[in-house]
């Protein structure tokens, strides 16, 4: 069965820093694209953060641009989000997501992913 498993979210305060984690099983991921969305309590789900399959490339929402960081670990079929800085309005459930299509491009738009996590809660208290 393949799966993306995320782990490392939990309750912060604002300031703070938190390492999401992204693990495959099943099937590898190392020649895919991924990455992270969100999802606040009554809003749509938004991009997050995206990377190439080789981490060549990366992009980010502006609301988290200098502030999160997305990577990746090929060998451990992983993909991570170090987030710092943490203020109260990223409060969320975090996803991460992989894109099977080979592309010539990063997709930031969430109908391009095929394959989610269940999501891991960050919260960001005042």
């Known amino acids: 069965q393949v799966q993306l498993v995320e782990s490392g979210g939990g309750l912060v305060q604002a300031a703070g820093s938190l390492r999401l984690s992204c693990a495959g099983s099943?099937?590898?991921?190392?020649?895919?694209?991924m990455a992270w969305f969100r999802q606040a309590p009554g809003k749509d789900r938004e991009f997050v953060a995206a990377t190439s399959w080789n981490g060549g490339v990366t992009y980010y929402a502006d609301s988290v641009k200098g502030r999160f960081t997305i990577s990746r670990d090929n060998a451990k079929n992983t993909v991570y989000l170090q987030m710092s800085s943490l203020k109260p309005e990223d409060t969320a459930v975090y996803y991460c997501a992989a894109d099977l299509r080979f592309r010539s491009f990063v997709a930031r738009d969430q109908s391009e992913y095929d394959y989610w996590g269940q999501g891991s809660q960050v919260t960001v208290s005042s």
């Open positions: 099943g099937r590898t991921f190392s020649e895919n694209n």
